[in-house]
């Protein structure tokens, strides 16, 4: 499985960004796509999870700002990110959970910078 995630750029506080992230290889064999992002200094965070069944989860901080989705046609998933906030800057990656191994697969970062 690879991933490539993509969309991230500069916004001003308040503005909104989508960010993409494209799945290919053994697509099937994906449970779960979720987005993380780490920000300098800090730990890796979660920030919104959807499962195969269409279960979506949600950091609180980012609960009612972000939309997690997926296009299944496109085999890509999805975060709209509303509102955003200057605590919001830092690297998106995406992950995906499979059947494959135990270990989730990585795409490469996408940096987001929010401007105050």
């Known amino acids: 499985v690879q991933l490539q995630a993509s969309g991230g750029g500069l916004v001003q506080a308040g503005g909104s960004l989508r960010l993409s992230c494209a799945a290919s290889?053994?697509?099937?064999?994906?449970?779960?796509t979720g987005w993380y992002r780490q920000a300098p200094g800090k730990q890796r965070e979660l920030v919104a999870r959807?499962?195969?069944?269409?279960?979506?989860n949600y950091a609180d901080s980012v609960k009612g700002r972000f939309t997690i989705s997926r296009d299944n046609a496109e085999n890509t998933v999805y975060l709209q990110m509303n509102s955003l906030k200057p605590e919001d800057t830092a690297v998106y990656y995406c992950?995906?959970?499979?059947?494959?191994?135990?270990?989730?697969?990585w795409g490469q970062g996408t940096l987001v910078t929010v401007s105050s």
């Open positions: 959807i499962s195969s069944d269409g279960t979506a």
């Open positions: 992950n995906a959970d499979s059947t494959i191994r135990s270990i989730p697969y």
């Open positions: 290889g053994r697509i099937v064999s994906i449970t779960a």
